[in-house]
Nanobody
Framework: QVRLVESGGGLVQAGGSLRLSCAAS????????IGWYRQAPGNERELVGR???????NYGDSVKGRATISKNRARNTVDLQMNSLKPDDTGIYYC?????????WGQGTQVTVSS
């Protein structure tokens, strides 16, 4: 079964850090690419960071220099480390992956950054 499950969201103060994890089934290496996206109320879903099967990464402009996406082979997760968080980083963070010619999404995890 193809599935993505996010974890690690919560409430954090501005300037703090957060690590989100995306657990993938059957395996993170089954996906052509896996990315983290976010959506704030009233806004469109936007890219935070994405990593391909080959390990290439790219990031959204608003998080460049503050976000790092990586694969954790032992835990079978794709992790997103975010530092220097701002209130504008608040939103629902989704894990999305491309596999077998289609895309699949997790249920999302809420991140709230307080000022």
């Amino acid at each position: 079964q193809v599935r993505l499950v996010e974890s690690g969201g919560g409430l954090v103060q501005a300037g703090g850090s957060l690590r989100l994890s995306c657990a993938a089934s059957p395996s993170i290496f089954s996906f052509k690419a896996i990315g983290w996206y976010r959506q704030a109320p009233g806004n469109e879903r936007e890219l935070v960071g994405r990593i391909t099967a080959g390990g290439e990464t790219n990031y959204g402009d608003s998080v460049k220099g503050r976000a790092t996406i990586s694969k954790n082979r032992a835990r079978n997760t794709v992790d997103l480390q975010m530092n220097s968080l701002k209130p504008d980083d608040t939103g629902i963070y989704y894990c999305g992956g491309a596999i077998g010619g289609y895309s699949t999404w997790g249920q999302g995890t809420q991140v709230t950054v307080s000022s």
